[in-house]
């Protein structure tokens, strides 16, 4: 469906492309005073959409199911086999909230599956974000405004299209896990979006605020540094907060813990329901991927469960620079390799083998002694024409990422990301693309 409504998409363009220039701008004029808004930046976009049909979304749908079922697996192997646990590079502290229980079955709440998608359906996992998963309101916006675009509205005559609704749903979701952690009931308790003010993404939180206060449920955006613990409740200001939709990465709850020992204190105690639990960081880890890959060390894994690892999984394993043979081989095969840091988000610190010369390429590598590092196996990015007014250009060739958003393990919506360089990320180049599950009429 993605390439047949594309070129439909394309077709629309070339028929009368000052037309539809002039849209792009009205459109671009919508964004800029929006709130598609992330590090204080309007999001870049594309005057485009990705179009897929319900097969294709139910494909997704099993591909979601595989990875979930293997991560539920690992979960459960962390917190039963000590040994296991050695294998994963936790901090003691780390360790402890990992293992603390969050009074809900689901593992990882929320989560943002990025792949390299494929038509045939051999789809390849790029990385798994289930701590502190964003950009629902970049899809809110784009959706919006790219619905009402005039190139929509010819594509409408032949499809009926679909967006994704991602505010009110995840709500419905929290409160499945809040309802299980307290008893089966819903009593409307106090919400605290939970995030580092310097970290948060403060135009989506709003918004999330804004529905689930619209809904009946009092909603607070705190920082874990202005929480207090006191008789058993946890208070931001005068308000006992008794759910967190916790935004905030664990690691970054780990370096500030000396500063957030009353939120700490009121998890340990099962004073809150935090969705997610902190036990998400075992997905969200690179090692992860490392770990996967020696069989040796997934026993617990069924045969078709590896066989799913090595279908959708690039080889990864953990970068060792004493190791010199392993070094040798990534210099001969640079372009077949990317490094990636265990715990960075962004693309941070991700290096491609194929955007540097052999002399850089072997100073990235031997530089990296001290850090905490993988290889991967580099994934071709899956290529589309697509419509760059963004640069006074036609159609050109972008590679893209497809996220799947997980919530409670059920895929929710869609999201995308394009660029024409190796790493697709704020550190090297990202539009965002909004997606829309389309049907003929």
């Known amino acids: 469906?993605?390439?047949?409504?594309?070129?439909?998409?394309?077709?629309?363009?070339?028929?009368?492309?000052?037309?539809y220039y002039?849209?792009?701008?009205?459109?671009?004029?919508?964004?800029?005073?929006?709130?598609?808004?992330?590090?204080?930046?309007?999001?870049?976009?594309?005057?485009?959409?990705?179009?897929?049909?319900?097969?294709?979304?139910?494909?997704?749908?099993?591909?979601?199911?595989?990875?979930?079922?293997i991560l539920n697996k690992v979960i459960r192997a962390y917190k039963e086999n000590p040994g296991f646990r050695k294998l994963?590079?936790?901090?003691?502290?780390?360790?402890?909230?990992?293992l603390i229980e969050t009074g809900y079955q689901v593992n990882f709440p929320m989560g943002r599956f990025d792949i390299f998608y494929k038509d045939n359906g051999e789809h390849i996992f790029c990385e798994l974000n289930t701590d502190g998963s964003s950009a629902m309101n970049?899809?809110?916006?784009?959706?919006?405004?790219?619905?009402?675009?005039?190139?929509?509205?010819?594509?409408?005559?032949?499809?009926?299209?679909?967006?994704?609704?991602?505010?009110?749903?995840?709500?419905?979701?929290l409160i499945k896990n809040y309802k299980e952690f307290n008893n089966g009931i819903d009593d409307k308790p106090n919400i605290g979006i939970l995030d580092f003010t310097e970290d948060g993404t403060i135009y989506e939180f709003r918004e999330f605020q804004k529905v689930f206060q619209e809904k009946g449920y009092?909603?607070?955006?705190?920082?874990?540094?202005?929480?207090?613990?006191?008789?058993?409740?946890?208070?931001?200001?005068?308000?006992?907060?008794?759910?967190?939709?916790?935004?905030?990465?664990?690691?970054?709850?780990?370096?500030?813990?000396?500063?957030?020992?009353?939120?700490?204190?009121?998890?340990?105690?099962?004073?809150?329901?935090?969705?997610?639990?902190?036990?998400s960081q075992l997905v969200h880890n690179k090692v992860l991927f490392?770990?996967?890959?020696?069989?040796?060390?997934?026993?617990?894994?069924?045969?078709?469960?590896?066989?799913?690892?090595k279908r959708h999984i690039p080889y990864t394993a953990l970068l060792d620079v004493n190791e010199e043979d392993t070094i040798k081989r990534l210099i001969?095969?640079?372009?077949?390799?990317?490094?990636?840091?265990?715990?960075?988000?962004?693309?941070?610190?991700?290096?491609?083998?194929?955007?540097?010369t052999p002399p850089e390429w072997e100073r990235i590598i031997r530089g990296l002694g001290d850090k905490e590092y993988i290889y991967q196996e580099f994934i071709e990015i899956p290529v589309l024409p697509m419509l760059n007014f963004a640069e006074n250009k036609g159609f050109e060739n972008f590679g893209f990422l497809l996220g799947l958003y997980t919530y409670n393990h059920r895929l929710a919506g869609l999201y995308t990301r394009a660029g024409r360089k190796n790493i697709i990320g704020d550190i090297a180049e990202s539009f965002t693309v909004p997606n829309f599950i389309c049907k003929e009429v």
Not at 25 to 40: G, M, P, R
């Open 218 to 279: 009092n909603t607070f955006i705190c920082d874990p540094r202005e929480l207090s613990y006191k008789g058993g409740k946890l208070y931001y200001k005068d308000n006992w907060i008794r759910l967190i939709y916790r935004r905030a990465t664990t690691m970054r709850l780990v370096e500030e813990a000396g500063q957030i020992g009353d939120f700490l204190t009121a998890y340990r105690e099962g004073a809150v329901c935090v969705v997610g639990g902190l036990v």
């Open 332 to 356: 001969e095969e640079k372009d077949h390799w990317i490094l990636k840091p265990l715990d960075l988000y962004a693309g941070k610190g991700v290096y491609a083998g194929r955007d540097f």
């Open 1 to 19: 469906m993605l390439a047949k409504v594309q070129n439909q998409f394309r077709n629309i363009i070339e028929r009368e492309p000052e037309k």
């Open 22 to 69: 002039a849209d792009f701008l009205q459109c671009k004029e919508k964004v800029n005073n929006s709130t598609a808004i992330y590090k204080d930046k309007v999001v870049n976009f594309l005057y485009q959409g990705l179009f897929f049909s319900e097969g294709d979304f139910k494909e997704l749908e099993l591909l979601l199911e595989g990875i979930t079922d």
């Open 88 to 98: 994963f590079p936790f901090s003691p502290l780390m360790e402890e909230l990992i």
């Open 138 to 173: 970049e899809i809110r916006v784009l959706q919006e405004v790219m619905g009402e675009s005039q190139v929509f509205v010819e594509l409408k005559k032949t499809y009926e299209l679909k967006g994704f609704e991602l505010f009110e749903s995840w709500l419905e979701e």
């Open 290 to 309: 490392a770990i996967l890959h020696d069989q040796n060390k997934v026993d617990f894994l069924t045969e078709g469960e590896k066989e799913y690892i």
